[in-house]
């Protein structure tokens, strides 16, 4: 006996690509969050997870060309998480919203597996052109707290945004990028450094002042030295 359209959904709602991204994402915040101590804590008051699952069904509805259910479920989710996902973006395994308040997250974006955001992130377009117009994340990226990522750009794998950072280029594999507009201020970096360690990120700025400070003192010894000669001179001359 065939089995019915809605029996069909269900299986496929249940099968494996549908519940692995599920279980990834519960798993994950155990490995990332030092505050996540039991299942049940994270299962009733984590709201990036719960906005992740929610966006997951949504999603599924909306690529199967389900009308106005998937965009209702994201408002929902909205609502009660603080977290905006467009049902249309494709989220990788693994993935963790942490705190979440104020993510937003466009219709075109693409988040790659295990990526890490922080609260306040937006994964944005730019202008009113039609088609791909937000960005792609790679796999194993940390996005800090408060960064825009606007536009249809790729941000490689590994790749780490500084908190508050706005990213308007493409940025390469294995860098750090920090400021506004976004600059690439390292291009590599340790292997063993923890996703959760994005305060400690290179401050270029203080690097240039005190090259510049030290430079300045270099001068003010030279310039010392060159008006002490003169009065050495006139010593010798009175002396003679």
Request: with cysteine.
């Amino acid at each position: 006996m065939p089995d019915s359209p809605k029996t069909s959904l269900l299986a496929n709602l249940l099968c494996g690509s549908f519940l692995e991204p599920l279980l990834s994402d519960f798993q994950i915040i155990f490995e990332r969050d030092p505050a996540a101590r039991n299942w049940l804590e994270v299962m009733f008051c984590y709201p990036g997870l719960h906005a992740l699952c929610l966006h997951r069904l949504a999603h599924w509805l909306h690529h199967r060309g389900v009308g106005f259910i998937p965009r209702l479920i994201s408002h929902w989710g909205r609502f009660f998480t603080g977290i905006e996902i467009h049902p249309g973006a494709k989220i990788g395994k693994g993935v963790f919203i942490d705190h979440g308040m104020g993510v937003v997250i466009g219709e075109t974006a693409i988040v790659g597996d295990y990526t890490l955001i922080y609260q306040g992130v937006t994964l944005g377009g730019t202008g009113k052109e039609s088609g791909k117009r937000h960005p792609t994340l790679g796999k194993n990226v940390v996005v800090g707290a408060g960064a825009k990522v606007l536009g249809n750009i790729q941000i490689s794998d590994r790749v780490r945004i500084g908190a508050g950072s706005i990213v308007l280029r493409d940025v390469p594999p294995d860098s750090t990028v920090v400021g506004i507009p976004g600059r690439i201020i390292s291009h590599k970096q340790s292997t063993n450094l923890c996703p959760l360690e994005h305060g400690k990120l290179p401050d270029e700025q203080a690097t240039v002042i005190s090259s510049l400070l030290s430079r300045i003192e270099q001068l003010e010894q030279q310039l010392q030295s060159l008006n002490m000669q003169p009065q050495d001179k006139e010593l010798v001359t009175k002396d003679h």
